[in-house]
């Protein structure tokens, strides 16, 4: 988390293993009026290029890029049609592209952008005397060739569709063989589905959840799970990923 405000100093707080303090690591050793705080790869030293492809159920027009931020967005194709800049938008922070149109079922969509794990961090603000601020991340760059290099040991896909009624597809991609937990969790951290729980070689794997099926600590006499916001994490080795899925209904 990164913070600033009027005639305050920039003061950076991590997140160290699920853990966090309200000691920053770092201040800044002057103040300023912060306007807006930005995130990217200004020096562009870890940039790749990615590339993913979604198939269209028919019903959906909403796409999440399975890793955000992302830095750019080159083209998004829609079988062998490439879009124009009024037939979609897009948000790089949370990394997902919103069609004008909803494609037909079973139509490829390919989006091809660039991530980058050095991310550089930005400051404006409003004193001219100050003038604004750029912060170079200077730790060793993680640059990435193919996706077997990347910094972590798999890829967790957004599910789809999403929001979804009454199930859902979760993807998830591993490179090195090993114990492998997909869970389900309400938005209160309770566990309500297992979904993965075994040793899993090498691969790409997909699985359905049902909301209507296969539920834990349900209250007596309820079918089912109720509409709202649940969690999906994936867990093998030391690596943990969570991403969010909304039940409508």
């Known amino acids: 988390m990164i ?8 003061r950076i707080y991590l997140n160290s293993g699920g853990t ?3 000691t920053p690591q770092y201040t800044s050793t002057s103040t ?4 807006v705080i930005v995130m990217g790869d200004v ?9 993913e492809v979604f198939v269209s159920d028919g019903l959906i027009k909403l796409f999440y890029m399975p890793r955000t931020p992302l830095q750019s967005l080159s083209r998004v194709i829609v079988d062998t049609d490439t879009l124009q800049y009024n037939q979609y938008c897009y948000d790089l922070e949370n ?4 069609l004008a149109e909803q494609p037909d079922s079973g139509a490829n969509i390919l989006i091809e952008a660039s991530v980058s794990w050095d991310i550089d961090m930005g400051i404006t603000n409003w004193d001219q005397s100050k003038g604004n601020y750029l912060f170079l991340n200077t730790s060793d760059p993680v640059f ?3 996706e077997e290099n990347l910094l972590e ?5 957004q599910n789809y569709p999403n929001p979804f009624n009454p199930s859902t597809n979760i993807g998830f991609r591993i490179y090195d063989g090993g114990f492998v937990s997909l869970k389900v969790f309400d ?3 309770n566990e309500v589905a297992t979904l993965v729980d075994e040793y899993k070689p090498a691969g790409s794997y997909e699985v359905e959840f049902s909301a209507s099926s296969g539920i834990r600590n349900l209250p007596a006499g309820r079918q089912g799970l109720v509409s709202g916001i649940y969690f999906y994490q994936l867990r093998t080795g030391s690596f943990v990923q969570t991403k969010k899925m909304v039940l409508l209904k």
């Open 3 to 10: 913070t600033g405000g009027w005639w305050q100093a920039i």
């Open 20 to 22: 966090f303090t309200t």
């Open 32 to 35: 300023s009026v912060v306007e």
């Open 43 to 51: 020096d562009k030293d870890a940039i790749h290029n990615v590339q």
């Open 95 to 98: 990394g997902w592209v919103m």
């Open 144 to 146: 990435v060739n193919t």
């Open 153 to 157: 040991g798999f890829l967790l896909y």
């Open 187 to 189: 938005i209160l951290g």
